[in-house]
């Protein structure tokens, strides 16, 4: 698989000591099936890399309404395998996601997280006031991340994370990803 990195002329450059991270997983129903499974899959790679590091990891499920999971060593695998057995099918809204990640940055554990979401990003525009927290953000150390699930994703919203790669997990993708792999 393929994944294309795309990064904005003004962002989040500066290299910064690993902390923990909060990771945001699109469940609505233009991610359903095979895309779905793929950012969870994906999240389970990171979690070994967040448990190795010994890093924190805070997951966060969302569609219109958000799900929420602090992952710490005590809390185990099971019950974050049996989280993301949640989905919530209703339409793609990033605003409450968002929203939320911003207020967990707040907690000390997590001052310094970066945050990643995972979505086809068919989505509406975010709202300036959302922006400027995150740019606020920024200028406390935060990066944000996008790792989009569909090439129909729109570049607008993706340009307002620091760093976005297409994951595309189309059929298109796939047929595309088997006839290279042959």
């Known amino acids: 698989q393929r994944l294309l ?3 904005p002329q003004a962002g989040g450059t500066d290299p910064q000591s690993r902390g923990p991270f909060i990771v945001c997983i699109d469940t609505s129903g233009s991610m359903g099936g095979y895309p779905e499974e793929c950012a969870k899959a994906l999240f389970l790679a990171l979690l070994k890399v967040a448990m190795d590091e010994q890093r924190g990891c805070f997951l966060m499920l969302f569609s219109t309404e958000v799900a929420t999971l602090e992952i710490r060593a005590d809390t185990g695998l099971d019950q974050a395998e049996r989280f993301l057995s949640m989905s919530f099918h209703g339409g793609t809204d990033l605003v409450p996601c968002l929203a939320q990640a911003l207020e967990q940055l707040k907690e000390p554990a997590f001052a310094k997280a970066d945050v990643l979401v995972i979505s086809d990003f068919i989505a509406q525009s975010l709202p ?3 922006l400027d ?3 606020e953000r920024r200028r406390q150390q935060t990066r944000f ?3 989009a ?3 129909h994703a729109k570049p607008a919203l993706l340009r307002v994370f620091d760093n ?3 994951l595309d997990c189309g059929l298109r993708g796939r047929l595309l990803r088997r006839w290279q792999q042959s």
């Open 5 to 7: 990195l795309r990064t």
């Open 128 to 130: 300036h006031t959302l």
């Open 133 to 135: 927290q995150m740019n």
């Open 145 to 147: 991340h996008a790792v």
């Open 149 to 151: 699930m569909s090439r």
């Open 164 to 166: 976005s790669w297409l």
